[in-house]
Nanobody, 123 residues
Framework: VQLQASGGGTVRDGESLTLSCVASGFFFSDYSMGWFRQAPGKEREFVASASFSGGGKSYRDSVKGRFVISRNHAKKTVDLQMNSLKPEDTAVYYC?????????????????WGQGTQVTVSS
């Protein structure tokens, strides 16, 4: 099983960035895909998810209207388009997978994790 995340970087307040994750080694269509993030000294937190069935997307309140998650079943990818970035979005972002779930989920019940990619937003 592998989740390969990419796309992190350093941007300024208000700019955009897109994260991408490529999945392999498991049946992609059976898994909801999501993004979590962890800032220094803080717990890992849910950011967004796209359900295994393709119909549902969920976001944490602080990113609603700014972030968009999308998944491509043919390519086995999940992207996170992040717009109007703020300094408080600075964190390591992790691609995550959980089998047949809907909505958000707690980090400790995640089935698979990617390696993390750093996003830094300067003011």
């Amino acid at each position: 099983v592998q989740l390969q995340a990419s796309g992190g970087g350093t941007v300024r307040d208000g700019e955009s960035l897109t994260l991408s994750c490529v999945a392999s080694g498991f049946f992609f269509s059976d898994y909801s895909m999501g993004w979590f993030r962890q800032a220094p000294g803080k717990e890992r937190e849910f950011v967004a998810s796209a359900s295994f069935s393709g119909g549902g997307k969920s976001y944490r309140d602080s990113v609603k209207g700014r972030f968009v998650i999308s998944r491509n079943h043919a390519k086995k990818t999940v992207d996170l388009q992040m717009n109007s970035l703020k300094p408080e979005d600075t964190a390591v972002y992790y691609c995550a997978a959980r089998r047949k779930t809907f909505g958000s989920w707690a980090s400790h019940v995640t089935d698979y994790w990617g390696q993390g990619t750093q996003v830094t937003v300067s003011s």
